[in-house]
T-cell receptor, first 116, second 111 residues
Framework: KAGVTQTPRYLIKTRGQQVTLSCSPI?????VSWYQQTPGQGLQFLFEYFSETQRNKGNFPGRFSGRQFSNSRSEMNVSTLELGDSALYLC???????????????FGPGTRLTVT | KNQVEQSPQSLIILEGKNCTLQ??????????LRWYKQDTGRGPVSLTI?????NTKSNGRYTATLDADTKQSSLHITASQLSDSASYICVVSANNNDMRFGAGTRLTVKP
């Protein structure tokens, strides 16, 4: 079974631009979560989608948004990029029944975003 | 205040030696605790997952323990190898699927 895939793996953008990152979960996984990882802050939760609905949201500004498609694939978008948005963006999927406890989360390799 | 605290922040050991990483948490109500290994520049990979009723779980040379009473977990690495050099992240989930991440322990194994 293929793992979680993320595209692109590396990205360089300039301040003020916007970016869209893509995540394909493991087949059969319906929950997709996004995280930002920086050396100073560690892993920080952005949002979680389940059945095309945002179920949980972290403490990030509205410039960060996401969506999930009917095939569970997910995208996240960051508008008006700032230098501080440079980070590794990780996507994770899990076979998560609605409202049930998480049984295991599998991470993708991440997208390394550099904002100059 | 982070609800998951890991120690030490970093650790350097010689190849072949054992080491133990610590994770203390205050997340409640507790659902499960996971240890991840993250190589530099890559996504975390799950090592173990433990629920309330599990005290210990092994995955090769990795053994995780959980004391739900004291809210402590440890990850013991036996006969370390150079490839064990990575960050080890403790993640604790509450019953509402709220996940809390530790800051990680950076392990360096030297020859």
């Amino acid at each position: 079974k293929a793992g979680v895939t993320q595209t692109p793996r590396y990205l360089i953008k300039t301040r003020g631009q916007q970016v869209t990152l893509s995540c394909s979960p493991i087949s059969g996984h319906r929950s997709v979560s996004w995280y930002q990882q920086t050396p100073g802050q560690g892993l920080q939760f952005l949002f979680e989608y389940f059945s095309e609905t945002q179920r949980n949201k972290g403490n990030f500004p509205g410039r960060f948004s996401g969506r999930q498609f009917s095939n569970s694939r997910s995208e996240m978008n960051v508008s008006t990029l700032e230098l501080g948005d440079s980070a590794l963006y990780l996507c994770a999927s899990s076979r998560l029944d609605s409202g049930g406890p998480s049984q295991g989360q599998y991470f993708g390799p991440g997208t390394r975003l550099t904002v100059t | 205040k982070n609800q998951v605290e890991q120690s030490p922040q970093s650790l350097i050991i010689l190849e072949g030696k054992n080491c133990t990483l610590q994770c203390n948490y205050t997340v409640s109500p507790f659902s499960n605790l996971r240890w991840y290994k993250q190589d530099t520049g890559r996504g975390p990979v799950s090592l173990t997952i433990m629920t309330f009723s599990e005290n210990t779980k092994s995955n090769g040379r990795y053994t995780a323990t959980l004391d739900a009473d004291t809210k402590q977990s440890s990850l013991h690495i036996t006969a370390s190898q150079l490839s064990d050099s990575a960050s080890y992240i403790c993640v604790v989930s509450a019953n509402n699927n709220d996940m809390r991440f530790g800051a990680g322990t950076r392990l360096t194994v030297k020859p």
